[in-house]
């Protein structure tokens, strides 16, 4: 009776350790999503990973939500868990699954999260798009290669450059005289408040805003 309850138990423990692999190998995972922002609309923002992706040849589909989801690639599972997909007929393989989120009329946020399947929690991190193949460093080099048209008007007024540390108040004050001109500007900029800007943000400001030059 021992020895058949050693046994009954053996076979328990390497039951349950195999359906913990199972389970960890054959379930799609979504793993370590990352964010970037960019100076851009939400549609060049799209336009500028894209262009990216291709870059690197990799191929996507665009979602009717105008996500982006790149089409699964094996993957080069190195070292010893290796055998694990093996043993359940997984094989290893990760995709990205994109979102331009817009966060005011001239600037948004890319969202990248992977997927993977049979891949193990200590390789995850290499499959980062930041890691796998620089995709916001890309982007960011298109952008400053091949800009997106500015999205600020033309004429009619001034486009500043913030200094570092300024918010719109701050700007309105230097440049206007009136702090509370910020929400003027704030408009005219698609800006939600006086802190949503980022360090040397370009921002427009309208004529009849400016400090009027002193008369001769």
Same mark, same amino acid.
Request: charged letters at 20%; aromatic letters at 8%.
């Given at each position: 009776?021992?020895?058949?309850?050693?046994?009954?138990?053996?076979?328990?423990?390497?039951?349950?350790?195999?359906?913990?692999?199972?389970?960890?190998?054959?379930?799609?995972?979504?793993?370590?999503?990352?964010?970037?922002?960019?100076?851009?609309?939400?549609?060049?923002?799209?336009?500028?990973?894209?262009?990216?992706?291709?870059?690197?040849?990799?191929?996507?589909?665009?979602?009717?939500?105008?996500?982006?989801?790149?089409?699964?690639?094996?993957?080069?599972?190195?070292?010893?868990?290796?055998?694990?997909?093996?043993?359940?007929?997984?094989?290893?393989?990760?995709?990205?699954?994109?979102?331009?989120? +817009?966060? !005011?009329?001239?600037? =948004?946020?890319?969202? &990248? *999260?992977?997927?993977?399947?049979?891949?193990? %929690?200590?390789?995850?991190?290499?499959?980062?798009?930041?890691?796998?193949?620089?995709?916001?460093?890309?982007?960011?080099?298109?952008?400053?290669?091949?800009? +997106?048209? !500015?999205?600020?008007? =033309?004429?009619?007024? &001034? *486009?500043?450059?913030?200094?570092?540390?300024? %918010?719109?108040?701050?700007?309105?004050?230097?440049?206007?005289?009136?702090?509370?001109?910020?929400?003027?500007?704030?408009?005219?900029?698609?800006?939600?408040?006086?802190?949503?800007?980022?360090?040397?943000?370009?921002?427009?400001?309208?004529?009849?805003?400016?400090?009027?030059?002193?008369?001769?």
């Amino acid at each position: 009776m021992a020895a058949v309850v050693c046994v009954l138990s053996a076979g328990a423990g390497c039951f349950v350790g195999y359906k913990h692999y199972t389970e960890h190998y054959t379930a799609a995972d979504t793993a370590l999503g990352e964010e970037h922002e960019v100076k851009y609309p939400a549609a060049d923002a799209l336009q500028l990973t894209q262009d990216a992706l291709r870059g690197d040849g990799i191929l996507f589909e665009e979602q009717p939500d105008n996500s982006i989801v790149t089409i699964w690639r094996p993957a080069d599972i190195n070292g010893p868990t290796r055998w694990f997909p093996l043993i359940i007929d997984q094989t290893p393989r990760y995709r990205y699954e994109i979102q331009v989120v +817009p966060e !005011s009329s001239h600037r =948004s946020k890319i969202i &990248v *999260n992977v997927r993977t399947e049979g891949i193990p %929690d200590e390789q995850l991190a290499s499959y980062k798009a930041s890691n796998r193949f620089a995709l916001f460093k890309e982007v960011d080099e298109l952008a400053s290669r091949f800009p +997106p048209k !500015s999205g600020l008007p =033309s004429s009619g007024g &001034v *486009n500043f450059t913030l200094l570092p540390n300024e %918010d719109l108040k701050a700007l309105a004050r230097r440049v206007s005289g009136n702090p509370e001109n910020w929400h003027q500007i704030a408009a005219d900029n698609g800006l939600k408040s006086a802190t949503d800007v980022t360090p040397f943000e370009n921002i427009w400001v309208r004529n009849s805003l400016l400090k009027q030059a002193p008369p001769p």
